[in-house]
């Protein structure tokens, strides 16, 4: 039952009501994954982080309610998947709590500096002169303004970096700041604080020739971030909501790329797909058409002459063509692959010369008249030319059926009101 | 505790340190330059950094007349609301900063509309789509209806002839126009300026 909900698009009546962007004093659970919510205030958000988030909200209701449905689906994999790295210990992996601890860093350093920053204002005899003298252009009263906050913050800065310093007795080991010494060399240290060599080495793309200059300049941003980050700290900070949002993140992407080395550990898989899938490499001919549509064939063959005594077909169809898109194009219907338009028309295409007017073809849309402009030959790609391609398929194969393993083993209830088409779960699998 | 409180202290020490270097300061010659000067065309300077209207009045009930469909599907004046405090706010549905401000604007109408304050939406965009941000943005004000292709005029007599969205005419209950914005209002900027005229 659960493939079908994670397989198929899914529209949710509740999901139609929802207005975005206004926080929903009462957030609705939507669907629970063992421990984990997701709940329609996490919906909205990601809607409103979406790519489509300004577009969503011109969309209509059937539209909205998709892509909503659409969304609520990706988040559900995403909780499987967190759960399942969880169960791999993937966030005990060394990597991932060397990330987890950067980010931490930063988190808890940008939390420091925003402090200071909000607690710089512009004084109201400064700011009434700013006013008086931008008086009307508030873009420029929010430059001066700006422009004074951050000339104040840089300064404020280096005190707090000079006052920290002392605070935590830090001490810099300049005369050990030589490329190349042990990894293990300490270069600063103070109270509960330290930097060794290969710290610097470690977490910044390396210039082709480490010099002393390069190291010293990495010092001091790794100093700065370690010192504000531990007076941070100390401060009390909890960052755990933030924290928990990058394990969140994090933890699926690191599951992923590990089942992608599991399932492609080598070339060799993705040319025996090639082997047995070799559509992936085929470039279908192509070829520049230009089409009028008619209502009636007697229309279809007074034009067929027309264009036969030397008009153009394009501006004919510019003007008379009943297909608004071709009409509004003047009858230019661009590069068409071979294969792609409706079967009457391919065949009419099929041995017709370049710049002929074809005989009336009749379909449901009404009487067409095409015609070749140009064309592009098509060819085979090589493997090198689509392995991204296919590493896309493979993976897309896999974790179809990987997803499927993980919608049984974890438990997973929904608590929306489903399409009726879709029957309503019942709590089921192992748990994890 | 004590390791928990230090520093707060050392914080205010160094607010306290710098306030003192700066007590003399003054806006920089930089920011100067981008100030502009602007008049409208009977001297009367709105308090805009946009270019003066291009007809000889700065009173909203000179200009020619605003009679548009609504999204309600009725034909309305924005004369009708003469009288009132009036945001006339230029938008369209695919523009980000206007669906940021609309939010605001709600709010605005819900707290001043019983004082006086009316805000007019005029989109500039397909009906569909209109209708779509507004029901789904919960517009609390009326929005009429420019179609794109036809509303040079329109756009030109309001001193809107570049087309920015989104843009906002503030109209005193006198008629005098008494602010124009464009971009994105931020709160801020509707406290200073339409505020005090309602």
Redesign the interface.
């Known amino acids: 039952m659960f493939k079908n909900l994670l397989s198929r698009g899914i529209i949710l009546s509740t999901l139609l009501a929802t207005p975005l962007l206004h926080a929903n004093a009462d957030p609705q659970e939507l669907v629970t994954i063992e421990d984990l919510k997701i709940t329609s205030d996490q919906l909205e958000m990601a809607v409103a982080s979406s790519p489509f988030a300004t577009q969503f909200v011109s969309m209509d209701v059937d539209d909205q309610a998709a892509l909503r449905g659409d969304l609520l689906r990706r988040m559900v994999i995403s909780r499987l998947l967190y759960l399942e790295a969880q169960q791999n210990k993937l966030d005990q992996s060394p990597a991932f709590m060397d990330e987890l601890e950067e980010f931490r860093l930063s988190v808890l350093y940008r939390h420091y500096m925003d402090k200071l920053r909000s607690h710089i204002q512009v004084p109201e005899e400064v700011l009434s002169q700013m006013k008086a003298q931008f008086r009307g252009n508030t873009d420029a009263l929010t430059a001066a303004k700006s422009a004074y906050t951050s000339d104040r913050y840089r300064d404020l800065k280096i005190l707090t970096i000079k006052t920290l310093r002392d605070k935590y007795q830090i001490k810099i080991n300049k005369d050990r700041l030589v490329p190349g010494v042990a990894q293990e060399t300490v270069l600063m240290e103070g109270d509960g604080i330290s930097i060794v060599y290969a710290d610097l080495l470690k977490r910044t793309a390396q210039p082709a020739k480490i010099t002393p200059d390069w190291l010293r300049e990495q010092l001091y941003k790794r100093a700065e971030l370690l010192l504000i980050a531990k007076a941070s700290a100390e401060e009390g900070v909890d960052i755990t909501a933030r924290t928990e949002a990058f394990r969140r993140e994090r933890l699926p992407a690191l599951l992923i790329e590990q089942k992608q080395a599991e399932w492609i550990p080598s070339d060799k898989v993705l040319k025996d797909y090639f082997a047995t899938h070799p559509e992936y490499g085929m470039l279908a001919e192509r070829r520049h058409i230009g089409q009028l549509v008619t209502a009636t064939r007697e229309d279809a063959e007074k034009f067929r002459k027309r264009i036969q005594a030397g008009e153009s077909l394009f501006n004919i169809a510019g003007q008379y063509s009943i297909d608004p898109h071709g009409r509004s194009r003047n009858g230019d219907m661009g590069w068409v692959q071979v294969g792609r338009g409706m079967p009457q028309i391919e065949q009419a295409l099929t041995g017709l010369a370049d710049n002929e007017v074809s005989n009336i073809i009749e379909t449901p849309l009404g009487f067409h008249l095409v015609t070749i402009l140009e064309r592009r030959p098509g060819g085979n790609k090589s493997f090198y030319g689509i392995r991204d391609r296919l590493v896309q398929a493979v993976m897309n194969e896999n974790m179809t059926n990987y997803l499927k393993g993980l919608e049984t083993h974890y438990q997973i209830v929904w608590h929306v009101v489903t399409d009726q088409n879709i029957k309503q779960p019942t709590a089921t699998g192992s748990g994890g | 505790m004590t390791?928990?409180h230090?520093?707060?202290v050392?914080?205010a020490l160094?607010?306290a340190?710098?306030?003192t270097?700066?007590?003399g300061?003054?806006?920089?010659g930089?920011?100067?330059k981008?100030?502009?000067s602007?008049t409208t065309a009977n001297g009367e300077?709105?308090?805009?950094?946009t270019m003066a209207l291009p007809a000889k009045t700065n009173n909203a009930w000179d200009l020619p007349p605003i009679i548009l469909q609504g999204l309600d599907g009725k034909q309305h004046n924005l004369a009708d609301w003469k009288g009132q405090v009036i945001m006339l706010n230029f938008w369209a549905?695919?523009?980000?900063p206007c669906?940021y401000e609309i939010?605001d604007f709600i709010s605005y109408q819900e707290k001043y509309a019983p004082k006086g304050l009316q805000i007019i939406g005029l989109g500039l965009?397909e009906e569909?789509?209109?209708q779509?941000?507004s029901?789904?943005?919960?517009v609390n004000y009326p929005v009429l209806i420019s179609d794109p292709a036809n509303s040079d005029a329109l756009l030109e007599a309001w001193g809107n002839p570049q087309r920015i969205v989104p843009y906002t005419v503030v109209i005193a209950r006198d008629g005098r126009i008494a602010y124009i914005?464009r971009?994105q209002l931020?709160p801020?900027?509707f406290n200073e300026f339409v505020v005090p005229l309602i």
């Open positions: 390791t928990q230090k520093p707060v050392v914080f160094l607010l340190l710098i306030g270097a700066y007590a300061y003054q806006t920089s930089k920011a100067e981008s100030g502009t602007t300077k709105p308090h805009t950094a549905s695919w523009c980000a669906q939010k965009d569909p789509k209109l779509n941000a029901r789904t943005l919960s914005h971009g931020d801020e900027t």
